[in-house]
């Protein structure tokens, strides 16, 4: 009986796999294809990728979201470790689970929710005091960074949980200061679920549409939002182009983050 439940279940995985992963996999062998039609097989060709590096707006667009994916992600790693920190170190504090619920509140929140209570507060504060003069990449920057410290600081309060606080305990015996064994000690010990939340959060706001959409101003257009307009239009062959390679350094940038955990993990197992 066991081993019947055991095969149905595998089954049932490889199916679920098989769903999620076979519209990529089409997507990827489709970007080869000689064709303009994507659904028709027209021989092997690499003419779309040479097509999609001379486009200027897809160009301009992808640079804009690279740099804002940036900046987003290391923001919101900082905000989310100071959030963690105040949450997990300080036990008992007024407004503590105030500020557990606002921190988290994104992470169920809907887009356009988010979107929209943003783009009032930004039109709000210009006519209050004049800033943002307009809307662009500084407005879509504070967005991304404030719904991606709730996914930053959800990874990052995972590792101080865990943490064995008699590490810094020790290091402040033999008289290091505080901020010396938060760089010293406590960084070097979180540093993987750093990296995994920036990670997270770049590939958050490469990816994001609706709060883009709402908080962006005529001069910066997001790769979503620019891949949204041509797709509207009709699939061509050289968005599939432009999606294998977003694959491509997702799935690099994936590996490398295990690997990287892997090895903190194997370090801190040999010492």
């Known amino acids: 009986m066991m ?23 089409s997507l990827v ?14 021989g092997f060709s690499t003419k779309w990728y040479a097509e999609l590096f001379r486009d200027p707006q897809i160009l301009e667009a992808a640079w804009v979201s690279i740099k804002i994916a940036l900046i987003s992600a290391t923001i919101a790693v900082v905000i989310g470790t100071v959030g963690s920190f105040v949450l997990i170190r300080f036990k008992k504090f007024r ?5 557990s619920m606002m921190i ?15 783009l009032l507060l930004f039109v709000a504060m210009q006519g209050v005091i004049g800033w943002p003069g307009g809307r662009g990449m500084m407005t ?20 101080l949980v865990d943490m064995d606080l008699s590490i810094e305990e020790a ?16 960084l070097p010990v979180i540093a993987p679920a750093l990296l995994s939340g920036w990670l997270l959060v770049f590939t958050l706001s490469l990816d994001d549409l609706v709060i883009a959409s709402f908080v962006s101003g005529p001069g910066a257009s997001t790769l979503p939002m620019v891949v949204f307009s041509k797709v509207r239009l009709g ?12 694959i491509g350094i997702v799935s690099l940038g994936i590996i490398a983050a295990a690997l990287q955990i892997s090895r903190s993990k194997k370090h801190g197992a040999e010492r």
């Open 3 to 25: 081993g019947q439940q055991s095969r149905f279940l595998k089954i049932v995985a490889l199916l679920g796999f098989v769903f999620l992963y076979a519209p990529i996999v």
């Open 29 to 42: 062998i489709f970007s080869f294809n000689e064709s303009k039609l994507v659904t028709v097989w027209g």
């Open 95 to 99: 407004s503590k689970g105030l500020l």
């Open 104 to 118: 988290t509140a994104p992470l169920v929140m809907p887009e356009v929710i988010i979107g929209l209570s943003l």
């Open 140 to 159: 879509i920057i504070i967005a991304h960074s404030t719904f991606g410290a709730a996914y930053a600081a959800v990874v990052i309060q995972s590792r």
């Open 171 to 186: 290091a402040q015996d033999l008289g290091a200061k505080p901020v010396r064994v938060f760089f010293d000690v406590t």
């Open 235 to 246: 699939v061509s062959p050289d968005v599939n182009a432009l999606a294998t390679i977003i």
